[in-house]
């Protein structure tokens, strides 16, 4: 089955400045990408997702690019605000094993 | 739209017993699937119907189950509940099966004790 890794587990960062949280998988069918944000005691959102056929996609200050041959995305959050505070997941799907996550990565947004 | 729903939000069970969990999908979705949370383990595939179907199923123990009725409303059941069945259960709903956007429910919090 797929494997996702996720890292860094723990990534503090000054507000303002530039995030990156980054994952790799197993499994070259998987071809959808998405990745959720959790706040505490909230359940996950969809925040961001690429599809196989696309390399970069960006949405205001987030951004997700992946590189299929060497098998892994990322997340990129730009100008970082508190509010970006959370845990953040990645996951991957496309076979029959629903989306297979990544441990996550608590994101901390230092004043 | 109304967005996924799930009851109820937390249950508290002594081990052995069973327990069902419920799951109401966003309006025209018709794919559901359920995942356990644990802070050890992380998120974790239970499974996902579609059409009253199970199509997929993660690498659970048969205590696990679920069913989905026509309304696509989804259930889920753990039978004979152990300490480590305590966990936060996540399902979420798609318009259709693999590769599309899911959207998550706010969860049942599950304790055995």
């Known amino acids: 089955g797929e494997n996702v890794e996720q890292h860094p587990s723990t990534l503090s960062v000054q507000e303002g400045d530039s995030a990156v949280i980054k994952c790799t998988y197993s499994d070259s069918a998987s071809n959808y990408f998405p990745w959720y944000k959790q706040e505490l005691g909230k359940r996950p959102q969809l925040i961001i997702d690429?599809?196989?056929?696309?390399g970069e996609k960006k949405d205001q200050r987030i951004a997700v690019t992946l590189n299929k041959t060497a098998k892994h995305f990322s997340l990129h959050i730009t100008e970082t605000q508190p509010e970006d505070s959370a845990v953040y997941f990645c996951?991957?799907?496309?076979?029959?094993?629903?989306?297979?996550f990544g441990k996550g990565t608590h994101l901390i947004i230092q004043p | 739209k109304a967005g996924v729903t799930q009851t109820p939000r937390y249950l508290i069970k002594t081990r052995g017993q069973q327990v069902t969990l419920s799951c109401s999908p966003i309006?025209?979705?018709?794919?559901v699937s359920w995942y356990q949370q644990t802070p050890g383990q992380g998120l974790q595939f239970l499974f996902e119907?579609?059409?009253?179907?199970?199509?997929n199923k993660g690498n659970f123990p048969g205590r696990f189950s679920g069913r989905q009725f026509s309304n696509s409303r989804s259930e889920m059941n753990v039978s004979t509940l152990e300490l480590g069945d305590s966990a936060l259960y996540l399902c979420?709903?798609?318009?259709?099966?693999?590769?599309?956007?899911?959207?998550f429910g706010p969860g049942t919090r599950l304790t055995v004790l």
């Open positions: 119907y579609f059409s009253e179907t199970q199509r």
């Open positions: 690429i599809r196989s056929n696309v």
């Open positions: 979420a709903s798609s318009l259709a099966l693999e590769a599309n956007e899911q959207f």
């Open positions: 996951a991957a799907s496309g076979g029959a094993d629903g989306l297979t």
């Open positions: 309006s025209g979705h018709r794919s």
